[in-house]
């Protein structure tokens, strides 16, 4: 995510091209305008993800800004973008200095740290007024080099196994560590024809699924102090494992997968096996897809050093320096998160809250679901925070990590092994030559 030197553009160009991209990435305006107009009203603009729970941005444009806009005299305009069209408006609006006031990032971007205002001021009156947020969210808005809040995180959203369990059963096996999903997933692709779908490719899914192996097998991209250290035995193994995995368990269609793949993987019943946030049962559920009632969940996988995973995606609003309104998009944040119980409802479980506090009753809420099969079957979620965390493990998520993560060094890395372009041993010496170079950038930066 690393960005790229732009020569100026003029306003009535940025306003012509970002016309453009937005029929492109197919961006829809809601704009709400609350009663009567007056000469002191404001505007708070916004821009998000088309969110996965189409039942969430109802709840958000029909109720939430509505609501709020009246209280704050003010109108709240929010676009809504594709997943992957995030990255290149950012870089528009950073170009053009002009944009929205709150731009809403699915991982951390700490490459923008130059141009956000510094978030602090957010997460302590939050802080104040509901509790302490989680670490996972501190590690994802945080530099300890320069103590700026890059950002600030709302909500995460777990990212448990979706697995099918009348296949599991059949082969008299449960997903519980990374080598049960290699030796079931392909006794049921051998039997069923059916296999594991783990992304080999360039995109979202496939960079938290190959680190939570990372992470599980003692591998990580830099270690606590912000040191390089992907060159190494537990990493080489990793690979290896991966090679395995795919060879004995999966199919050639994942080097190909964008982020809603395992999604259709798993609802068309075509997969066994899938890395996922709940989106998958949600949308089944939804629109009653039958396979729906055999997709069960589970907690990430244990490897052999530990049972660790990521967050699915980390929500990450920045405020840019150049916005209009920067103590209005400051308070819409405030007051959002006092309502994120009703974004978590809204959610269908979907965003998890960064301040628990918020949903008191947050185990009560997922151990029983009117829409689920068993009704119980979001409550393996419940201690997500115990084997969840973030881009960035052990550290923080710097400047360094985004690159890494947004440039996919990690998913070309395993992908080129898996697919016998590459050996794992060169395979991981490339990955490693250019981690160390994106360090070395960031570092002589200051940035880490």
């Not at 992957?84 to 200095?97: K, T």
Request: hydrophobic share 40%; charged share 25%; with cysteine.
């Amino acid at each position: 995510m690393g960005q790229k030197k732009n020569k100026p553009v003029s306003r009535r160009d940025f306003i012509k091209t970002a016309g453009t991209a937005a029929l492109a990435v197919g961006v829809g305006a809601h704009i709400i305008v609350p009663g009567r107009a007056s000469a002191q009203q404001k505007t708070l603009k916004i821009l998000q993800w088309n969110h996965f729970v189409p039942g969430y941005d109802k709840w958000f444009h029909n109720t939430y800004i509505k609501e709020w806009g009246e209280k704050n005299n003010t109108k709240v305009i929010v676009d809504n973008i594709g997943l992957a069209g995030l990255n290149s408006r950012a870089a528009a609006e950073v170009s053009a200095q002009k944009g929205h006031d709150l731009f809403l990032f699915l991982w951390p971007a700490p490459v923008y740290e130059d141009q956000v205002i510094d978030h602090r001021e957010i997460y302590e009156e939050c802080e104040r007024k509901y509790g302490k947020a989680i670490d996972l969210a501190i590690r994802s808005t945080y530099n300890p080099k320069t103590k700026k809040y890059y950002g600030f995180s709302d909500s995460y959203v777990p990212d448990p196994i979706n697995y099918r369990k009348d296949l599991w059963d059949d082969v008299g096996m449960f997903p519980d560590t990374w080598d049960d999903i290699r030796v079931g997933g392909g006794k049921i692709k051998k039997k069923h024809g059916i296999p594991v779908g783990i992304g080999l490719a360039s995109e979202i899914d496939t960079n938290m699924a190959l680190r939570a192996i990372m992470y599980s097998f003692g591998s990580s991209v830099h270690d606590a102090e912000s040191k390089p250290v992907l060159k190494s035995e537990n990493t080489l193994e990793a690979i290896k494992f991966v090679k395995a995995l795919h060879k004995e368990a999966m199919t050639d269609e994942v080097f190909t997968w964008d982020a809603s793949s395992n999604n259709r993987f798993m609802l068309s019943g075509k997969g066994s096996l899938a890395l996922n946030a709940i989106s998958i049962t949600r949308t089944g559920e939804n629109k009653k897809i039958p396979v729906t009632d055999n997709i069960w969940l589970a907690k990430a996988a244990k490897g052999p050093v530990r049972r660790i995973g990521l967050e699915h995606v980390m929500d990450v609003y920045v405020i840019w320096k150049f916005a209009e309104n920067i103590e209005g998009a400051k308070q819409f944040l405030i007051d959002y998160v006092g309502n994120f119980r009703s974004g978590f409802l809204a959610s269908e479980f979907y965003n998890f809250p960064c301040f628990p506090k918020t949903v008191p009753d947050f185990k009560t809420l997922i151990s029983k679901d009117s829409k689920a099969k068993p009704p119980d079957k979001y409550k393996v979620l419940e201690d997500v925070l115990d084997w969840a965390t973030n881009v960035g493990y052990p550290g923080y998520a710097n400047a360094a990590i985004d690159e890494v993560f947004s440039t996919w060094v990690i998913s070309t890395m395993f992908a080129q092994a898996a697919a016998g372009k590459m050996t794992p041993k060169d395979a991981l010496n490339q990955a490693d030559k250019e981690v160390r170079r994106i360090f070395k950038k960031w570092r002589d930066r200051g940035k880490i």
